[in-house]
């Protein structure tokens, strides 16, 4: 069975165990699934929302190509990658990524992998608000999130 690759950037909210159970549903192939949720921090109660900007139709070209890549190196039977955009309060859901193989590491490094680059190569962009109402800036991106990107540039 080829690799189901999921991608998806929206304002709506998402189910995790929709998702995970949508990926999996009649895969008898799947011996491993791996989740990574990212949800909006209120940064020690000084953010009220985190607007988030992106380049549609960049945006998920950019996204299927990670995943495709995700797929390709890692081996995995599926992978599905959800994005929101515009303005979320802390507490909820950012981002979704899950990986499916056949064993466990392959969908722990594939989930890594979209995770580093998703944060470094797709368009997205973040605005901060705040709790006092002061005008919050838009984001940096940061050097860590780089660092974590090219580690994969060796591995083969």
Same mark, same amino acid.
């Given at each position: 069975?080829?690799?189901?690759?999921?991608?998806?950037?929206?304002?709506?909210?998402?189910?995790?165990?929709?998702?995970?159970?949508?990926?999996?549903?009649?895969?008898?192939?799947?011996? /491993?699934?791996?989740?990574?949720?990212? !949800?909006?921090?209120?940064?020690?109660?000084?953010?009220?929302?985190?607007? !988030?900007?992106?380049?549609?139709?960049? /945006?998920?070209?950019?996204?299927?190509?990670?995943?495709?890549?995700?797929?390709?190196?890692?081996?995995?039977?599926?992978?599905? /990658?959800?994005?929101?955009?515009?303005?979320?309060?802390?507490?909820?859901?950012?981002?979704?990524?899950?990986?499916?193989? !056949?064993?466990?590491?392959? /969908?722990?490094?594939?989930?890594?992998?979209?995770?580093?680059? !998703? &944060?470094?190569?797709?368009?997205? %962009? &973040?605005?901060?608000?705040?709790?006092?109402?002061?005008?919050?800036? %838009?984001?940096?991106? &940061?050097?860590?999130?780089?660092?974590?990107?090219?580690? %994969?540039?060796? &591995?083969?």
């Amino acid at each position: 069975m080829n690799a189901a690759v999921t991608v998806r950037v929206q304002r709506e909210d998402f189910d995790l165990a929709a998702e995970v159970s949508a990926l999996s549903r009649g895969r008898a192939d799947i011996g /491993a699934v791996v989740t990574f949720s990212g !949800l909006c921090r209120d940064e020690a109660g000084a953010l009220s929302t985190l607007e !988030l900007e992106h380049y549609p139709g960049m /945006a998920e070209a950019e996204i299927e190509r990670i995943c495709q890549e995700a797929v390709k190196r890692f081996g995995l039977q599926a992978a599905t /990658a959800i994005h929101r955009f515009g303005k979320i309060v802390p507490g909820e859901n950012i981002v979704l990524v899950v990986t499916a193989s !056949l064993h466990r590491q392959a /969908a722990f490094d594939g989930a890594n992998f979209i995770m580093d680059f !998703l &944060k470094t190569s797709a368009p997205f %962009w &973040k605005k901060e608000h705040r709790a006092d109402g002061s005008a919050g800036g %838009w984001v940096s991106a &940061k050097d860590a999130d780089d660092t974590a990107r090219d580690r %994969w540039s060796q &591995k083969i």
